[in-house]
């Protein structure tokens, strides 16, 4: 089976993919550079056990990564304990299979790329994929599979660390769905909650209907993330949710290119 890695900023995510692309198991653990490719071993090995798996079950590893500095360990992590030497996305290993429209294609983060790819195998046509991760990122698909770029915006949780941290009287509150629709907040904290979630509901709807305006043609929307579902109860902008996107992609890209 093939193991997939998505390392982002936040969060690292591990799925055990079998030849159907059918994701069998999946693990996350906080992104850290530091962490040596022993300790993920160590982690994974106990993991993939408690799954009915071992170390022999995995034929092939791939990384997408957006932090640089953990994709060493990673590297080692394949060749030492699962002995492959892993293929990385948009690397000559496993290069991306469709074209990068945009001024910089290098500048490009892997999740952006690799959420297109599964994005364009999923849905026919013109697309607009909403990411929430460390950023939420809105990347526009053309109906050939073309990424033709995108906006960037403040992950949600990082807004909301951003707020706290700078207003002294603020306290911290979790990211749920208000009880109720009404915008007027009797309390500090339902106040805060209002702000961030109805204001971001208010921002996806208002850069999609902006996306689409400048696309002009017939637009699906796919949104992918742990917060997708959250935002999904109160706003029609998302046509369907795709929680797995970028593992998605991965599999895919490590289909075509392996032998």
């Known amino acids: 089976m093939l193991l997939a890695v998505d390392a982002g900023n936040t969060n690292l995510v591990f799925a055990l993919v079998d030849e159907t692309r059918t994701i069998r198991a999946r693990w996350r653990i906080a992104t850290d550079a530091r962490r040596t490719a022993d300790q993920y071993a160590v982690w994974l090995h106990q993991l993939l056990e408690l799954e009915g798996y071992g170390r ?44 990068l429209d945009v001024d910089e294609p290098k500048s490009v983060g892997a999740d952006r790329a690799l959420n297109s790819i599964a994005a364009h195998n999923i849905q026919a046509g013109d697309l607009i ?22 906006i960037i ?28 629709t009404s915008v007027i907040g009797r309390t500090t904290e339902s106040q805060m909650l209002i702000g961030i979630y109805w204001g971001y509901i208010a921002m996806i709807e208002g850069l ?15 949104a992918t993330g742990g917060l997708a579902t959250l935002f999904d109860q109160h706003t029609d902008a998302f046509d369907r949710i795709e929680p797995d996107l970028t593992i998605q992609g991965l599999a895919l890209l490590a289909q075509k290119a392996r032998p």
Do not use: C, Q
């Open 129 to 150: 994929v909403i990411d929430f991760g460390t950023a939420t990122t809105f990347d526009v698909v053309d109906g050939s599979g073309a990424y033709k770029g995108g």
């Open 56 to 99: 022999s079950d995995v034929s092939a590893v791939i990384i997408g990564t957006v932090v640089p500095r953990a994709l060493h360990n990673l590297e080692v992590l394949a060749e030492k304990y699962f002995h492959v030497t892993p293929m990385i996305a948009g690397s000559a290993s496993a290069p991306y299979d469709i074209a």
């Open 208 to 222: 999609v209907a902006r996306l689409k305006a400048e696309i002009g043609r017939p637009v699906t929307v796919l």
């Open 153 to 180: 915006a403040p992950g949600i949780n990082l807004s909301l660390d951003a707020l706290v941290a700078a207003a002294a009287k603020l306290p911290r509150i979790a990211i749920e769905a208000p009880a109720n």
